[in-house]
């Protein structure tokens, strides 16, 4: 069965502090995957994906994330983080030729910006 | 999100009662999904559909049921709440899941407390 591993739960930061955030996913074959954003009391929202070509793929609010298929990761990155990205993050994975389209989910990584 | 809206927001229900929740969506989007999303878990499955009349079921879907007689309205329903159920509730929707560069789209969620 697919799944997906976040590896920080919690992180802490200082503002302008760079980011990354772990995502690793077992999958064997071709995979969609995607970072989501949740601001507190508010739902998912969409920051980057990746389906095919550049493994680098950048999302909004200077995000980016690196597909690296030898190490079944998918890590987020930013270079210097602001106190608006307080948020929780998860990573999430789609089997690439499935017809249900199904989401696997990590099990989120709440980050928090120090003044 | 533009396009999908969930009812209630917010509901407080009693221990083996039933419950109702309504994913609408304006899209004319095939394929609609019910998450659950609680502390530690990220988000699961509950229930997912593929069109009018055709759903199957996820990783959490004991205790729940759902029915979609028409493309614009999903439903979720708790035969019988239990305590265990108190979680946040998504839907979210997709036009081609084989082709995941369409992404996927949350409606603002559904608080439900069982009491």
């Known amino acids: 069965a697919q799944s997906v591993s976040q590896h920080n739960h919690h992180v802490i930061l200082s503002e302008a502090a760079s980011l990354e955030l772990g995502c690793n996913y077992s999958?064997?074959?071709?995979?969609?995957l995607f970072w989501y954003v949740q601001y507190p009391g508010q739902h998912l929202q969409l920051l980057l994906k990746y389906f095919s070509g550049d493994p680098l793929v950048k999302g909004i609010k200077g995000f980016e994330a690196e597909f690296i298929k030898s190490k079944f990761s998918f890590n987020l990155r930013k270079p210097s983080v602001h106190w608006s990205d307080a948020a929780e993050y998860f990573c999430?994975?789609?089997?690439?030729?499935?017809?249900?389209?199904?989401?696997?989910f990590g099990q989120g990584t709440t980050l928090q910006v120090k003044p | 999100d533009a396009g999908i809206t969930q009812s209630p927001r917010h509901k407080v229900t009693e221990t083996g009662t039933p419950v109702t929740l309504r994913c609408h969506q304006t899209?004319?989007?095939?394929?609609m999904y019910w998450y659950r999303q609680d502390p530690g878990h990220g988000l699961r499955l509950i229930h997912y559909s593929y069109g009018v009349k055709d759903t199957d079921k996820g990783e959490v879907s004991d205790g729940y049921s759902v029915s979609r007689s028409k493309t614009e309205d999903f439903l979720l329903t708790l035969e019988s709440a239990t305590s265990s159920q108190t979680s946040v509730y998504f839907c979210a929707i997709t036009r081609d899941p084989g082709r995941g560069y369409y992404g996927y789209t949350f409606g603002s969620g559904t608080r439900l407390t069982v009491v």
């Open positions: 999958y064997g074959g071709t995979v969609n």
């Open positions: 999430a994975v789609a089997a690439g030729s499935s017809n249900t389209g199904k989401l696997i």
């Open positions: 899209e004319n989007h095939r394929y």
